[in-house]
């Protein structure tokens, strides 16, 4: 609090009267509160328990080789990139803890996106009382108004992203160990115990291993302890510099790792902000998309897993959104920081939700994408303390003071009433919402209406239309060849939004691959190449239509760049064997079995290979054992084949 000795506190300052003991008096309140805040978390998300994995849930879980290699990935998962593992070239991120978790639970019970979901959940309950006890400790806001404000946040629909979608786990264990390390904070101001400051650089680090953006803590911790405590700007600023080494230490690591601080070669399909070069214009448009943050906050309706090119639109400074939107964000800099020095409850909520906005918005550096639920996380806290607090002032109801009620029921009913019928809204938005991330069919089915110019979601519909599992499942040719006119269609429009899309025309390649059109086929993967011939998945799907027009010797030089560009593409390697499998064919065909000999023999190696980078990879064994037996080497061929059949 102000340090003036004539000061008088008003009623809105969350200055702790000493008086005021509500956390340790009543203990066991505190630990009823926090089971019914985790409980009601647990069964608004409880609905996912049963859920498919979606969108990036396959590259770094379902797909990813290192995180499938369970506990015996896990040194390799700490010194390599998000992605390592899978198909894809990126090497911009570094998560190992996020990661880690995956690979532990792939190993406890594998291939199970239900036990996965289970622990987002279980997390997510647990985030929720955290903060709860956070916000008690620090603010010393009445305890039930405390306990409303940790329900709005439970059940704001804006996190049905962070919680339905595995992947985000991210977000989860990012803003768990935050939140310790605040605890920690706290212990250490009254204790002054060297332990608790270890715990809180430990906690920091591990949401920093969690995900990079965790950084904004060292702005963010600050905060807390000049608003909420008497500690000195000397011990404040002594606080913040140990943050800020223990920042720096990360970014070393993430450099040693990754090579790089930040996300270089930002595709335009993913951050809309990179179709212009104007820099103006790219920032004006981050400022009337942070206009949009905050609505979807207020109101979130419709909710989207992508908001990417060309959904939102490129906007100049005479754009009446970004001028809104801009002397909306003006105001509220302008009015916390007026209000700074009495240390008001506003400015602290203000500069919070400006903080942990900061690398979002892409106003001080581009990030990988311009709009994504997720990154509003952390930003809600501030938002629902904000809107019960301004609830409270329209009830006259000072939320410092205990005194008044100390019970639920004694607390304002009208406020109850409205505070009651948010939650049920948001509650009924929360859990039907859910109901979409249940799989990919589902997500982008209800999505692609939301967002119909989004060429990522004409992509994802397309892409899931036309994969290689969702068509194996379909028996009927007449529904399977509808499916395919369904997904040209999309992926034609995305390409009509933007054509510099190598993954869409990586799809609209499948997509004419199942129709026999070779030719198209290739000439599509042949365009993604083009524009990105650092990914092995073009040059694999290209090798593909090389071999179904019998061109096996093309098709494995494609088949090895795939190998060399990334040594997990369990399919390449595979396709790769049955590429030297079948010039082994033509050679016994031609009588000439010196080099028929030789071919199967490498084609054994590569089949084997793919074992190795998947041991239930079952298609490699069949190949191993029926090649052996074109080798005439029936024993070695009748015992791979068994080891396929084991496997399910």
Known sequence: MSSKKNHKHKAHEPKVKSENKTFSIDKKLILTLSFVIALVAFLLYSNTLKHQFVLDDY??????????????????????????????????????????????????SPDNAH?????????YSLVCVLLFIVLLRYTKINVYILFLTALIFAAHPIHTEVVANIKSRDEISSMLFLLLSLLCIHKY?????IPMMIGTLGCFFLALLSKESAIVYVALAPLFIYFFTETSFKNNIKITASLGVVAI????????????????????????????????????????????YFLLMVFPHPLSCDYSFNTIPIVSIGNIGFLLAAAFHIFLLVFAIKKIKEKHFLSFCILFYL?????????????????????????????CLVAVYFLCKLFKIDIFDSSKFNSLFKVNTTL??????????????????????????????????????????LFYYANNLANKDSLAAVKNPAEKEQRLIKAQKSITKALKLYELFPDAHNVAGRIYYEQKNFDASFKSYSRALEMNPGKGMYHNNAGTCLFSVGKFEE????????????????DAQCNLGSAYGAMGE?????????????????????????????????????????????????????????KAARIK
Do not use: C
């Open 555 to 570: 098709a494995a030089k494609a088949f090895k760049k795939a190998t060399e560009i990334d040594k997990y593409d369990v």
């Open 189 to 193: 101001l009254s204790s002054n115990k």
């Open 586 to 642: 033509n050679f016994k065909i031609q009588k000439d079995f010196e080099n028929a000999t030789k071919n199967f023999n490498i084609a054994i190696e590569h089949f084997k290979k793919a074992t190795q980078i998947d041991p239930n990879y079952k298609s490699a064994y069949q190949f191993i054992g029926i090649t052996y037996n074109n080798m005439g080497d029936t024993i070695n061929g009748s015992m791979w084949l068994q």
């Open 416 to 457: 109850l009433g409205v505070v009651g019928v948010v939650l049920l809204l948001y509650s009924i938005k929360t859990y039907s919402r859910n109901k979409d991330w249940k799989s990919d069919t589902y997500l982008f089915g209800h999505d692609i209406e939301t967002v119909p110019n989004s060429a990522h979601m």
């Open 355 to 383: 903080g942990s906005m900061a690398l979002a918005s892409n106003i001080i550096m581009l990030i990988g994408t311009h709009l994504a639920e997720r990154l509003l996380f952390f930003p809600s806290v501030a938002f």
């Open 59 to 108: 590259s770094v879980i379902k797909e990813n080789q290192l995180t499938k290699g369970g506990t015996a990935s896990l040194k390799e998962i700490i010194a390599s990139s998000y992605r390592e593992g899978y198909g894809n070239n990126e090497n911009n991120l570094y998560r190992p803890l996020t990661k880690a978790m995956f690979a532990i639970e792939w190993q406890l």
């Open 115 to 123: 036990f996965h979901h289970l622990i987002n959940v279980l997390m």
């Open 249 to 292: 230490l990360y970014m070393m690591l993430h450099m040693k790792i990754i090579g790089s601080i930040g996300i270089k070669n930002i595709p335009v399909i993913d951050n809309s902000l990179l179709y212009t070069t104007n820099i103006i214009e790219q920032k004006a448009t981050a400022i009337y998309i942070l206009g949009k």
